[in-house]
Structure formats: C-alpha cells, structure tokens
C-alpha cells in the first residue's frame, strides 16, 4: 500500500507557471503507474497525465499537450507535474493517483487505487 501527499498547488494569472508534486510513503514507488487527475466545481474528475512506472512512457489529455509535462524520480519516490502557459480552465482541485496495474484504462479513476487528498489550482487574473 502506498500514501501519496500532494503540494505545490496555489494561486496564479493566466500565462502563469506551477510545479506540483506527488510524494509517496509506504511502498516500493517505482512499480506503479501514476497519474493526475483535476476535478473543477461541478465536474467529473478527469486524467490530466499519466506516466509508467519506468517513466518511459507518458500519456497527455488533449487540452494539456505542450503545456503540461508529467515526470517521475523513483530514488525520491516524487512524481511531478509542470503546468506552464495555465490557463483559467485548468483551476481544479488536482489529485495525484497510483497503482500497480500495467494494462487497463489508464484514463478512468477506476484504473487507480490510491489517491492523495488534492491541492488547489487557481488561475485568474
């Protein structure tokens, strides 16, 4: 079993940067798929992206290629997330996930079976 605590959510203008961070405790990190959800007041909760267990491969939601970019450091068990060129649709509530699966719908939340409470992403000017 894993625990996972996200941070570095926060506040920013349109055009704007942020780094978030997805630290895991519990378990051996790098033998699970890791993905970030966001869920905006209102709606159902959705993948952003999604990254292996070997980081070798990465999936992207359509309205978040070349702007995001999901990464993974197994030594410090840390995946991140860098959102750049935010935009005020991407204010949710993020959600980092995990599991030891390795084939399956890597979009739905049914495919995950850990999740961290969340951090808020607000962008506004």
């Known amino acids: 079993q894993v625990q996972l605590v996200e941070s570095g959510g926060g506040s920013v203008q349109p055009g704007g940067s942020l780094r978030l961070s997805c630290a895991a405790s519990g378990s051996i990190f790098s033998s699970y798929v890791v993905g970030w959800f966001r869920q905006a007041p209102g709606k159902e909760r959705e993948l952003v992206a999604a990254?292996?267990?070997?980081?070798?491969?990465?999936y992207y939601k359509d309205s978040v290629k070349g702007r995001f970019t999901i990464s993974r450091d197994n030594a410090k068990d840390t995946v991140n997330l860098q959102m750049n060129s935010l935009k005020s649709e991407d204010t949710a509530v993020y959600y980092c996930a995990a599991t030891r699966r390795y084939s399956g719908a890597v979009y739905t939340t049914a495919f995950y079976d850990y999740w961290g409470q969340g951090t808020q992403v607000t962008v506004s000017s």
């Open positions: 990254i292996s267990w070997s980081g070798g491969n990465s």
